[in-house]
């Protein structure tokens, strides 16, 4: 069936970076966008970015610019997320989740379990 | 960038009701509009896209509708299993962005 399946739990401290990887089984990986999600405890959603599986492009809210990465590996079917400077503030669940259309912000259709970061000295 | 907000901010309703679920862009979005359902610990779960579609596997007594900048969410006899958080997302352009969320509690 079409999954998405991140990778564990992280513990990091401030100033550290955090890779999240998301590999997808199920359907053809580079047909469709995949985004970036995250959920501080007890807030609501907040997108971070998207990135085309098939070429590699990329783009990042305003709020990330410089301290996110997002990247692709087509032979794995595996996505990654990778955030710097981490502070106490990511704290969160990230999520991945895929697009339902070949419109890049459309509805996402799938998601991946959620990985916790958690940021602590 | 396109702001949302969803009103109520919680509601509490009782099995068998009706309940509704309000959310306005600050700018039109056309139909590009999205619901999720989410529990504790959880992902969301795509309801709603396209602003009237229900997305497959889910109930019927979920529905949508709107158009432009005012959109709602209806589920028609609320089950036990339907409480929950809902978001709505514009789904227009970039950035994606969500509503603050409704908390649906059982009275």
């Known amino acids: 069936q079409v999954q998405l399946v991140q990778s564990g739990a992280e513990v990091k401290k401030p100033g550290a970076s955090v890779k999240v990887s998301c590999k997808a089984s199920g359907y053809t990986f580079t047909s469709y966008y995949m985004h970036w999600v995250r959920q501080a405890p007890g807030q609501g959603l907040e997108w971070m970015g998207i990135i085309n599986p098939s070429g590699g492009s990329t783009s990042y809210a305003q709020k990330f610019q410089g301290r996110v990465t997002m990247t692709r590996d087509t032979s794995t079917s595996t996505v990654y997320m990778e955030l710097s400077s981490l502070r106490s503030e990511d704290t969160a669940v990230y999520y991945c989740?895929?697009?339902?259309?070949?419109?890049?912000?459309?509805?996402?259709?799938?998601w991946g379990q959620g990985t916790m970061v958690t940021v602590s000295s | 960038d396109i702001q949302m907000t969803q009103s109520p901010s919680s509601v509490s309703a009782s099995v068998g009701d009706r309940v509704t679920i309000t959310c306005r862009a600050s700018?039109?979005?056309?139909?590009?509009l999205a619901w999720y359902q989410q529990k504790p610990g959880k992902a969301p779960k795509l309801l709603i896209y396209a602003a009237s579609s229900l997305q497959s596997g889910v109930p019927s007594r979920f529905s949508g509708s709107g158009s432009g900048t005012d959109f709602t969410l209806t589920i028609s006899s609320l089950q036990p299993e339907d409480f929950a958080t809902y978001y709505c997302?514009?789904?227009?352009?970039?950035?994606?962005?969500f509503g603050q969320g409704t908390r649906l509690e059982i009275k």
């Open positions: 989740a895929r697009v339902r259309s070949s419109h890049p912000p459309d509805a996402f259709d799938i």
């Open positions: 700018q039109g979005i056309s139909s590009w």
């Open positions: 997302q514009q789904a227009n352009s970039f950035p994606p962005s």
